[in-house]
T-cell receptor, first 115, second 110 residues
Framework: DSGVTQTPKHLITATGQRVTLRCSPRSGDLSVYWYQQSLDQGLQFLIQYYNGEERAKGNILERFSAQQFPDLHSELNLSSLELGDSALYFC??????????????FGSGTQLSVL | LAKTTQPISMDSYEGQEVNITCSHNNIATNDYITWYQQFPSQGPRFIIQGYKTKVTNEVASLFIPADRKSSTLSLPRVSLSDTAVYYCPLFSGNTGKLIFGQGTTLQVKP
């Protein structure tokens, strides 16, 4: 158990809908990272927050947004869902601000299926 | 943006030592090298990290040559439970972008 909690574990929805994925980082960790993993794209970096502030953004679609709240939990919002958004979404956390020696701890993911 | 290259797949047998090499020709001076392991439907798990020379922990060893343009993850005496995908991602500077490549799928056979 990494200490990172993601909910829900599974989510099935329809095209055009909006969903929210939630992540609680390890106790004491200030950074949160979001990744998308699909069979054809591998692990894709989406966005990263440190202590409530956005620090880095990857190839995150405009239909997707995220935030980190004062209690340090984070939410990833996915809207106008398309079939291609079906994937495993991971959240990870680390102790400090982004640095090359940071060790990330990943949650078990949310499996999103868009039908 | 630093990029890593790894073999897509490797096969081994139980009890053998496995060495997985990662190429990172454009690694920055202050970049650390970190390896992660991922089982199906689970998040990646940190294995080992180093900056130069050799690092060993209870799970693996990491060898980094002087030029730091590559690194080798060594798994001693693998078992079936070591079947997984192994990644050597690099941070894009200090931006928070930890970029994963395609990883190496290790298949351990009995």
């Amino acid at each position: 158990d990494s200490g990172v909690t993601q909910t829900p574990k599974h989510l099935i929805t329809a095209t055009g809908q909006r969903v929210t994925l939630r992540c609680s980082p390890r106790s004491g960790d200030l950074s949160v990272y979001w990744y998308q993993q699909s069979l054809d794209q591998g692990l894709q970096f989406l966005i990263q927050y440190y202590n409530g502030e956005e620090r880095a953004k990857g190839n995150i679609l405009e239909r997707f947004s995220a935030q980190q709240f004062p209690d340090l939990h984070s939410e990833l919002n996915l809207s106008s869902l398309e079939l291609g958004d079906s994937a495993l979404y991971f959240c990870a956390s680390s102790v400090g601000p982004p640095a090359t020696n940071e060790k990330l701890f990943f949650g078990s993911g949310t499996q999103l299926s868009v039908l | 943006l630093a990029k890593t290259t790894q073999p897509i797949s490797m096969d081994s047998y139980e009890g053998q030592e496995v060495n997985i090499t990662c190429s990172h020709n454009n690694i920055a001076t202050n970049d650390y090298i970190t390896w992660y392991q991922q089982f199906p439907s689970q998040g990646p798990r940190f294995i080992i990290q180093g900056y130069k020379t050799k690092v060993t922990n209870e799970v693996a060893s990491l060898f980094i040559p002087a030029d730091r343009k590559s690194s080798t993850l060594s798994l001693p005496r693998v078992s079936l439970s070591d079947t997984a995908v192994y990644y050597c991602p690099l941070f894009s500077g200090n931006t928070g972008k930890l970029i994963f490549g395609q990883g190496t799928t290790l298949q351990v056979k009995p």
